[in-house]
């Protein structure tokens, strides 16, 4: 069994014990891979700077960062610079061999630059240019299975490798669940998402009111209509794991003693790869209406 295990980035998650459970895991023989976000540590090193973080809203409602030139260079700094190389660190001590990996490395995340995007400023839908961003194409699902194959332990961290339209490269900003689902979907492996909260809400402000699993597209629906907020994107991430071949998706806890080991146990929302429609029930679907 291969686990893609997402730790987020929010001040709120304590990945201590994320840690300790990969070590176990590998200990037993399980292949781990590890991913990780940092959208708070960038903002505090934005800040630290005397730059403003940047967030823009789609026209479809989905909030996200406008990484442009000089947020782009922070971020190279923070992500596969210090965060990275910390978890490494962390694993090392835990006896597990990490080797650190950006998504630059061996074309590892590969996809379009998008030096352009669409947004919605005071109700106005605009086009807002310079931004550093790009949507995961393809993964190099080979580097990833000849590491584990040689007893490493990937910690893999965006930026991608995004491809300009006059040719070349450019290392670009993506976000760190929708890398996560794409390596997951590669692998063909068990995505588990740890975030601060113990799954995914029917009210985000309830926790007795978590959806414990989703295996049909009824039950679905109702994950998509209850994820608000940061959860949104999660879900989105879900999704395209899903679609790309992940076995299962668990959106859990990270702030738990062994909280991979429970995700995969149950604990969590667990999302499961009968919940999407596939193309016939949707041909049927629109056919009877």
């Known amino acids: 069994m291969t686990v893609v295990v997402k730790i987020g980035g929010a001040r709120a998650v304590d990945p201590e014990g994320a840690l300790a459970d990969v070590a176990s895991l590998v200990a037993d023989g399980e292949d781990v891979v590890l991913t990780h976000g940092g959208s708070t540590a960038v903002d505090e090193t934005l800040e630290d700077l005397g730059e403003e973080p940047t967030y823009v ?49 061996g074309k590892l995340l590969e996809g379009k630059r998008k030096s352009a995007v669409r947004v919605k400023e005071d109700g106005k839908k605009k086009i807002k240019r310079g931004d550093h961003s790009g949507k995961i194409e393809s993964v190099n699902a080979d580097l990833l299975e000849t ?27 993506a976000d760190a669940d929708r890398a996560a689902a794409a390596i997951a979907g590669a692998l063909e492996a068990d995505l588990v998402v740890l ?20 295996a049909t597209p009824a039950e679905f629906e109702a994950v998509t209509d209850a994820a608000e907020g940061f959860m949104t994107k999660k879900v989105m991430a879900a999704e395209e794991a899903l679609e790309g071949g992940a076995s299962s998706v668990i959106v859990a806890t990270a702030n738990a ?33």
């Open 57 to 105: 809203e789609t026209p479809g409602g989905v909030v996200g960062r406008f990484t442009d030139e000089e947020s782009m260079d922070v971020f190279k700094m923070v992500m596969p610079g210090k965060l990275n190389t910390d978890l490494v660190e962390s694993l090392h001590n835990e006896g597990v061999d990490a080797v650190g990996l950006s998504g630059t490395d």
């Open 147 to 173: 590491t584990l194959e040689g007893g490493y332990t990937p910690v893999v961290s965006v930026p991608m490798l995004g491809k300009e339209k006059s040719g070349g490269y450019t290392a670009v900003n």
């Open 195 to 214: 975030t601060d909260v113990s799954g995914i809400y029917e009210d985000p402000n309830d926790e007795s009111t978590k959806i414990e699993s989703a």
């Open 257 to 289: 003693d062994a909280p991979i080991t429970s995700a995969l146990e149950g604990a969590g929302t667990t999302l499961e790869p009968g919940a999407l429609a596939d193309e016939a029930d949707e041909t049927e679907t629109e056919a009877a209406e």
